[in-house]
């Protein structure tokens, strides 16, 4: 994405010159936020407005910006975005800028670059010939490379309002019991069929909730019809899933019958060992040991997950990735495509997973917990969308909406 | 507005060059008999309709230097001199500053990247708004520039036919309600912007617009123009109460300009008088 911003001075209401102005923008595939906009008192008076606008393509920009300068449209003078080299490895240079998830620019030898890999919490990598600029955590700077610092040449893209058709629209982060699950399932599963329709991936992140109360037979029908295209979870979720595969218990209690198996605690134990044995999850399924559940329908069916620890996992199975920085690399490199984040009954993961992806990501968080929803929104994911709600009963919904 | 019109005679007018779509220097103009067409017009002004018309000295190597209109904006004292478009036509501006500061006018300029053709792209209607045009000759970036220096209300027009490539070839206000005008030299949304301003619309039609019938000098409520119009515009103008005067202009439109491109007003508002311009300090031509 490019960037530019114009000032438009003198009668140009009365000429419908901004109108024209704003029109050209639109017709030619950009868009456009007015940011400032004074309007005479008198009718002698001149008006002002101050105009950004936003191109994927830079040549087309030029050649917008070229042709609304004669109705009256400048450039406002802007200055590059300050560097300076980072001094030691994992060591960001002083006065670094800090970036939010949004979509950020950066304005290096006189053009506006979009940022890539928005991401919160890390500085603005620039490369060495000035061509492009990067989000980059802590751990992955290393001394001598570029960095931006201070405010300057700096800028955000808020994110677009959507569209009334989107259940973002008229939903905020603001948690709330009492919102109605049911209209809100419908929509959610209209932009489930939206991503899908455009190829990008749909993310979920998942606790073990999803396995003690019942629901993994939907989220098996979601990962089946192609609506689940990657899964972040712990440890946890994906031992209990395997518990319940192979001996119909969760935490020892069949969830069937809702009464705990004899010596039923040692299951989940005897789970994690098998898969041990096997040499992993994949092992598992290719050697015919495990035959069901949520993550027999990853290997199954392609989807990529990503199980990261943590210092209770009992095991943990070898899946398990507990280098949490490992973990965290590993998560970024495979959130290119997602369009929507499906968080559900886990707190950590979800706001680990929050701070990782930029602000564009649809996330809706589904927890019995507001404090959830509340905690993902405060530590910058102020895009989610909060359910409160137990797992199972929206998951059967959502699989009901989407005729699963 | 009281005013007085500023003139120049053609005694070196001729098509030494072509800068808009009506100049050929196949299609020589007949010097003498542009000299009769243009003291007609004189002598109709000064005489019958009784206006003061003042006149510069014509200087040689300045063939369109007849076209005073294009000189700039004369208003309460002040003259906002043109930056014209055409390396051709700009040692023209030298002369008619000369003229105005000899005449005791305060002399203004625009940035010189901004380009502007004074009345030939401004026209008042009433005494409070102006019309601009731009694209073709002035810059739109003039209009915020002067609209600051009149303290007025400037409207921008686009102009999008290169053979109306000055506003006062295609709209011709009579007052501020009413206006004479060629929609298709316009775009859409100064078509728009011309319709909210003026409840009275007299259009021409392609063949009036092109017998150059907008290029007219109104005084009160005598309209000026060179012959044609007989389609609608003159039944138009009569039933709104003008005496249409036609004078031969065929040799000044071989260069694209009729009766309106051959005066500048030298223009007195009431309100002009007591000084309403604010903070021009900045435009003042450096001495």
Not at chain 1, 152 to 169: A, N, Q, T, Y
Not at chain 2, 37 to 45: I, M, P, S
Request: with cysteine; net charge negative; aromatic share 8%.
């Amino acid at each position: 994405m490019y960037s530019e911003t114009v000032e438009i001075r003198g009668h140009f209401i009365d000429s419908l010159l901004l109108p024209k102005i704003l029109d050209d923008i639109l017709q030619n595939g950009a868009e456009f936020v007015v940011e400032e906009l004074r309007v005479g008192k008198r009718r002698a008076d001149p008006s002002y407005a101050r105009v950004r606008l936003t191109s994927k393509d830079a040549a087309a920009l030029d050649k917008l910006l070229k042709r609304i300068r004669q109705h009256g449209a400048t450039l406002v003078h802007e200055q590059d975005c300050e560097l300076a080299k980072a001094e030691q490895d994992g060591v960001f240079p002083d006065g670094f800028y800090s970036t939010t998830n949004q979509q950020t620019f950066v304005r290096l030898n006189g053009k506006w670059m979009a940022v890539e890999r928005p991401e919160m919490d890390c500085g603005i990598r620039v490369l060495p010939d000035k061509a492009g600029a990067a989000c980059v955590p802590f751990t992955d700077l290393r001394a001598g490379d570029l960095f931006v610092v201070g405010h300057h040449g700096v800028k955000i893209e808020p994110l677009e309002r959507p569209s009334k058709e989107d259940v973002f629209s008229f939903m905020s982060s603001v948690v709330s019991t009492e919102k109605p699950k049911g209209t809100v399932a419908r929509d959610i599963a209209r932009s489930f069929r939206d991503m899908r329709y455009r190829g990008r991936k749909i993310l979920a992140v998942a606790g073990p909730a999803v396995v003690h109360t019942g629901a993994a037979p939907q989220f098996v029908k979601l990962i089946e019809s192609g609506y689940i295209n990657l899964l972040f979870a712990g440890n946890a979720l994906a031992a209990h899933d395997i518990e319940y595969a192979l001996f119909g218990t969760s935490l020892g209690v069949y969830l069937d019958r809702g009464i705990p198996a004899e010596h039923g605690h040692e299951n989940h134990m005897r789970a994690i060992n098998t898969i041990r044995k096997c040499g992993g999850i994949r092992q598992a399924v290719e050697q015919g040991v495990l035959k069901k559940g949520i993550m027999h329908a990853c290997v199954r069916h392609g989807v990529p997950f990503l199980l990261a620890g943590s210092i209770r996992d009992d095991g943990p199975l070898p899946d398990v990735i507990t280098d949490v920085i490992e973990a965290q690399q590993r998560m970024r490199s495979m959130l290119s495509e997602v369009g929507i984040a499906l968080m559900v009954a886990t707190t950590l993961h979800s706001v680990a997973v929050g701070n990782l992806l930029p602000a564009t990501v649809k996330t809706i968080c589904v927890d019995i917990n507001p404090a959830v929803v509340t905690k993902l929104a405060d530590r910058g994911s102020f895009q989610a969308l909060g359910i409160v709600t137990d797992v199972e009963p929206f998951l059967r919904e959502l699989c009901q909406e989407l005729n699963v | 507005m009281k005013f007085s019109l500023f003139m120049c005679s053609p005694e070196y007018y001729g098509i030494e060059y072509e800068i808009n779509p009506w100049m050929s220097l196949q299609r020589q103009a007949d010097r003498a008999l542009a000299r009769r067409q243009w003291e007609a017009l004189y002598g109709l002004l000064t005489g019958e309709i009784g206006v003061k018309v003042e006149l510069i000295e014509p200087a040689p190597g300045l063939p369109d230097m007849v076209f005073t209109a294009n000189a700039g904006i004369a208003l309460n004292g002040d003259f906002i001199s043109s930056n014209f478009r055409n390396k051709e036509r700009q040692d023209e501006s030298r002369h008619f500053k000369d003229w105005f500061k000899k005449k005791g006018y305060r002399i203004f300029e625009l940035p010189p990247h901004q380009f502007f053709e004074g009345e030939g792209d401004l026209l008042f209607a009433g005494d409070t708004d102006a019309y601009a045009g731009y694209l073709i000759r002035s810059d739109v970036y003039s209009h915020a520039a002067v609209a600051e220096m009149l303290d007025r209300r400037v409207v921008s027009l686009e102009l999008v036919d290169g053979r109306f490539y000055h506003l006062d070839t295609c709209f011709c206000p009579l007052n501020e309600k009413s206006v004479v005008y060629y929609p298709t030299a316009f775009d859409t949304y100064a078509r728009q912007v011309i319709e909210a301003n003026f409840p009275d619309r007299i259009e021409l039609t392609e063949e009036e617009a092109l017998q150059f019938v907008a290029n007219a000098i109104v005084i009160g409520d005598h309209y000026i123009q060179p012959p044609g119009g007989a389609r609608y515009l003159r039944r138009a103008l009569q039933e709104r109460g003008f005496e249409v005067h036609e004078l031969e202009m065929s040799e000044f439109m071989k260069a694209g300009g009729a009766t309106k491109c051959l005066v500048l007003k030298l223009a007195e508002t009431s309100e002009g008088a007591s000084g309403s311009v604010r903070d021009w300090s900045l435009f003042r031509e450096k001495t």
